[in-house]
């Protein structure tokens, strides 16, 4: 067994040094003392004192079991140093006490360390034994410090509990005092109020602010008092009291007002833009007192319609002194002779005399700047003596009316708090009479006037002011305007009617003496179609056009009737083309030149000119036309071997024109400009005869050029077109 015993130790004290390094320094120190006595006593007596356990390496042990040796073995050989000394061949028993010679000198060098620093040794014992005690004592405040923030910790939690606690009663407590601060608030009733509503007068804004304020807080009182609030009981009488003194203070305010209306020469509008000031007073009595409210709007209503219907019919009938003394009659009709009586027509025209059938400058009533222009006064219009034609008496007595209407509306609207339905009611209850005293007076007034323009510019007055309360958003005389289109309508159509049928049952031989000029008749009727046109271009109505269209009718008969008392056709024919031309330029005067009417008379002008020019052409030069017209006819047929025996006709015609046609032109041209009245039409008529005169003359060299006819000598003396062309220009007369 001794040769194990030397890497036995080797082993222990290998194992001896990690203990120590696992070891406080100061139980290391401790161990290696014991190790170094240790150490001593067995130099002294290693074999006698030294007694070892050997455990599983005791190879006298019982339970030693060779195999494990065996690996011991094996694992030993393994050694790299082993395996060194088994090649070189070492004596390992000598080589084991080397090295275990080498192992206790450097065991006494370490111990001789160890003892050389015994005092430092001792020292950092020492310190560390002191550092132990403080750590200790840290450990100790630590634990404590531990069980003191457990505690906190369950404070804080209970602080926090109590917190939500405390929130909770506060939401509580502040929603609570919301209603009940609202609550207090509008029920107390503060001194400044009750001074105010007993003492102030109510034009003073404070009077009005506190009104508001009352006003609140009894509609509050009356809410709560459905929620069965005890404390609506304290104040409900204090309130009532203040409400009978308010109401008593603005029912005599508003009544003093309305009386003041009832002044003569009073501008009632001031009076009702005060109130407006005050509108809230009749919203109070309203909700609070109405039965006083109901009494303050009957007054009104009252007050007004007497006002109203007093200022009207006088001014009604002061306009009515100042229209034009002379108005058409039932006989001032258009087919009406002049030689029938001395009377409207026969008289000479007045300065500014209402005219019957023509316009003049009566369409400015219905112009922007006449139509709401100022309203007449009267008794000024008598101090200059200015007469009036009725459709202007009618424009500034309804102009007054609609702006009256307006501001009544809107008042009412605004003041009384009404609307729609409830607010036509006030309004026909304020207005009614003046409108009912207005639709008397014009159907009075319509049922004797024969005045056809002034009632048709009555009906686009109407027209026009209906479409301003439309502007303006007011509906209040809506009916009014339809029941004075309803009397104004079959009025006009009845007069226009009239004069249809005074104009057909006029007979032209009773006209007198008829000359080729215009008649007086269908000037009337070109006057008055384009006065009716001109007006009817804003507002447009097929019940005017259908009715002209029949006027228009029997003036193209009567033309007709009247120039059939003429012998002569060419006498005929200028009486048609001066009376259409007429009527054409009158119309295309005031009436745009679409209209029916301005195209109807310029086909029959159109007609009427051709026929003419055709009739004055034939007598100089009716046998050159005829033979044209002959010729052409054979021409079309393949006759023209009958042409052969036409040359004697034919060198007749060359020569007869080649001599008379200067002298015949010249004498048309005069013979034209005497028959008509327009040189314009004048001029046209003769410039299309020289035309039609050059187209015959053109033909007839048509006709010469064929076969059967060139090879006559007559050809030579034929005018050349272009020569005759120049000539004939110098014939143009120049307007």
């Known amino acids: 067994m001794s040769p194990w015993r030397p890497g036995c130790r080797g082993n222990e004290r290998r194992s001896g040094a990690g203990m120590m390094a696992a070891l406080r320094p100061d139980e290391e120190l401790g161990l290696r003392v014991t190790e170094m006595e240790e150490e001593e006593g067995m130099g002294r007596g290693e074999e006698q004192s030294l007694q070892l356990n050997l455990g599983d390496l005791d190879l006298t042990s019982d339970e030693f079991i060779l195999d494990e040796v065996d690996i011991h073995i094996q694992a030993n050989l393994e050694d790299s140093l082993v395996q060194e000394a088994l090649k070189t061949g070492v004596d390992l028993r000598q080589y084991s006490k080397q090295v275990e010679l080498e192992l206790q000198h450097i065991e006494h060098a370490s111990i001789r360390d160890y003892i050389k620093e015994s005092k430092n040794i001792t020292s950092l014992h020492n310190q560390i034994t002191a550092c ?23 404070e804080i939690q209970t602080l926090q509990e109590q917190s939500v606690a405390m929130n909770l009663r506060l939401k509580n407590r502040q929603a609570v005092r919301s209603q009940l601060s609202q609550l207090v608030d509008e029920l107390v009733v503060p001194a400044a109020m009750i001074s105010t509503i007993l003492e102030a007068p109510v034009t003073e804004q404070d009077f009005l602010e506190q009104l508001h304020e009352l006003n609140n807080k009894m509609n509050y009182v009356k809410e709560q008092a459905f929620r069965e609030t005890m404390a609506c009981t304290d104040v409900h009488n204090v309130l009532d009291r203040l409400k009978v003194k308010a109401v008593t203070k603005i029912r005599e305010f508003i009544l003093q ?43 009104y209503v009252e007050t007004m319609s007497k006002i109203y219907l007093s200022y009207f019919k006088s001014y009604t009938s002061r306009l009515m002194k100042i229209q034009y003394e002379e108005v058409a009659e039932k006989d001032d009709l258009m087919g009406v002779e002049d030689t029938a009586k001395k009377g409207f027509f026969s008289k000479p025209s007045l300065k500014n005399r209402n005219t019957i059938f023509t316009l003049g400058n009566r369409g400015s009533v219905i112009g922007g700047a006449e139509l709401e222009g100022p309203i007449i006064v009267p008794h000024a219009a008598q101090k200059s003596d200015v007469r009036y034609p009725f459709e202007s008496l009618f424009r500034s007595q309804h102009y007054a009316l609609l702006d009256n209407s307006c501001r009544e509306y809107l008042f009412l609207c605004d003041f009384f708090l009404v609307m729609g339905p409830s607010a036509q009611e006030l309004f026909n209850a304020v207005m009614g009479k003046t409108l009912a005293m207005f639709l008397k007076h014009m159907d009075a007034y319509v049922c004797d006037c024969y005045d056809s323009i002034a009632i048709f510019l009555c009906i686009h007055i109407v027209l026009r002011f209906r479409a301003i309360m439309a ?65 009817n271009q804003t507002f447009p109505s097929e019940r005017t056009h259908t009715l002209l269209g029949q006027l228009q009718v029997e003036v193209e008969n009567f033309v007709l009737r009247v120039a059939a008392e ?60 005829a033979f044209v017209k002959e010729s052409e006819s054979l021409i079309e047929k393949g006759q023209l071997d009958r042409l052969r025996g036409e040359e ?29 009245s327009n040189f314009k039409n004048g001029t046209s008529i003769i410039q299309g005869a020289l035309t039609q005169l050059i187209q015959y003359y053109h033909r007839f060299h048509k006709v010469l050029a064929q076969p059967p006819l060139r090879a006559l000598p007559a050809r030579a003396e034929l005018i050349n077109i272009h020569h005759l062309m120049v000539e004939l220009k110098k014939h143009k007369p120049n307007f």
């Not at 132990?132 to 910790?153: G, T």
């Not at 004697?648 to 008509?676: H, I």
């Open 132 to 154: 132990d005690a403080i750590l200790e004592r840290m450990e100790q405040m630590l634990s404590s410090f531990q069980s003191d923030l457990s505690s906190i910790s369950c």
């Open 257 to 299: 007002k309305i009386y003041s209306f009832r002044k003569p020469m009073t501008n009632y509008q001031i009076p009702q833009n005060a109130l407006l000031k005050y509108r809230f007073f009749y919203q109070f009595l309203l909700g609070n007192e109405r039965s006083v409210a109901q009494e303050l709007r009957e007054q």
């Open 471 to 535: 502007k303006r958003n007011v509906p209040a005389i809506d009916k009014y305007w339809d029941t004075l289109l309803e009397i104004l309508w079959p009025r006009f159509e009845y007069i226009l009617e009239l004069n249809i049928q005074s104009i057909q049952n006029t007979d032209p031989q009773r006209l007198g003496f008829l000359d080729t000029r215009p008649h007086y008749i269908t000037r009337r009727y070109a006057e008055f179609s384009s006065a009716i046109v001109s007006i």
């Open 566 to 625: 003429f012998s002569s056709r060419k006498e005929q024919l200028i009486f048609l083309i001066n009376n259409y031309d007429m009527m054409l330029s009158v119309l295309m005067e005031r009436a745009v030149e679409e209209s029916k009417e301005v195209e109807g008379f310029q086909q029959l002008l159109s007609a009427r000119s051709q026929e003419f020019i055709e009739e004055i052409l034939s007598p100089p030069f009716g046998g050159m036309i």
């Open 648 to 676: 004697a006709r034919v060198t007749q015609l060359v020569r007869g024109f080649s001599t008379t046609w200067k002298a015949s032109v010249e004498s048309l041209s005069q013979d034209v400009m005497r028959s008509f």
